[in-house]
C-alpha cells in the first residue's frame, strides 16, 4: 500500500555513499536486488544513525511515495542488504530511489537520506494519484544500453542486457548528483566492496 506524499527539507549532511544503485542501475521486478553503500564520513556516521529503515519510492528527495519496506531497524554498518521488488507496486522506469530514515536523531531531527533514482523493470502494477504526482517532474534517462542517446528515449532492455547494463564517459569514471547524495561509480569501484 502506498504511504502519504511525503514533502521534505534536505538534510542538513550526508552518512550514506551509495554505491548501489547508481542512476543507470537497472533492477529487476520480482527478482533480489542487492543495495550496497559506505559512510562517506560526514556526521552522522552509520553506526551514530543507529537502527535504520530503508524504504523504496517513487519521485524525488523533496516528494516521493514511499511503496515498499525494504528493511526496518537494519544496522547501516553491514553496508548491504538485498531485497525484491514487489511487480505489483508499480511500474517500469526511472522513477525509484531509496529512502534511508535513522533511527537516532541527529542535531534534533530525524535524519533522512536517499540513494540516486534508477531504474525498475518488470513492474506490472499502476501508479495510485500520489505516486503520479511524486514522479511528475522527475525528468528520467533513457533506459541504458551500450550505445544509449541521452536525447530520445530507448525502449526497456531485455532482462538479460539490464542484468549487465551501466554507461560511463570515456575516462571510465560515472559521476551522478542525487540531492543530497553523490553516487560516483568508477573502474575499479568494486573493489571497495
Not at 4 to 17: E, G, I, M, Y
Not at 72 to 101: A, C, H, I, V, W
Amino acid at each position: 500500500m502506498f504511504a502519504s506524499l511525503l514533502l521534505l527539507a534536505a538534510p542538513a549532511s550526508a552518512a550514506v555513499f551509495a554505491a548501489r544503485p547508481a542512476n543507470s542501475t537497472v533492477a529487476i521486478a520480482g527478482q533480489p536486488f542487492e543495495l550496497k553503500w559506505i559512510d562517506d564520513g560526514q556526521k552522522p556516521t552509520l553506526a551514530e544513525m543507529g537502527p535504520t529503515d530503508i524504504d523504496l519510492c517513487v519521485g524525488t528527495k523533496e516528494q516521493h511515495v514511499c511503496i515498499q519496506k525494504v528493511v526496518e531497524d537494519y544496522d547501516m554498518t553491514q553496508n548491504k542488504t538485498t531485497f525484491t521488488p514487489d511487480p505489483s507496486l508499480g511500474e517500469d522506469g526511472q522513477y525509484y530511489l531509496f529512502k534511508y530514515t535513522a533511527g537516532n536523531q541527529y542535531e534534533g531531527k530525524v535524519f533522512e537520506d536517499f540513494s540516486a533514482r534508477f531504474f525498475i523493470q518488470g513492474m506490472k502494477g499502476d501508479f495510485n494519484a500520489q505516486a503520479d504526482a511524486a514522479i511528475a517532474s522527475v525528468q528520467t534517462a533513457p533506459w541504458p544500453t551500450a550505445s544509449a542517446n541521452p536525447h530520445s528515449a530507448q525502449p526497456p532492455p531485455s532482462t538479460a542486457a539490464a542484468a549487465g547494463a551501466a554507461s560511463s564517459s570515456s575516462s571510465g569514471a560515472m559521476a551522478v548528483a542525487a540531492p543530497a547524495l553523490a553516487v560516483v561509480v568508477a573502474a575499479g569501484a568494486a573493489a571497495l566492496f
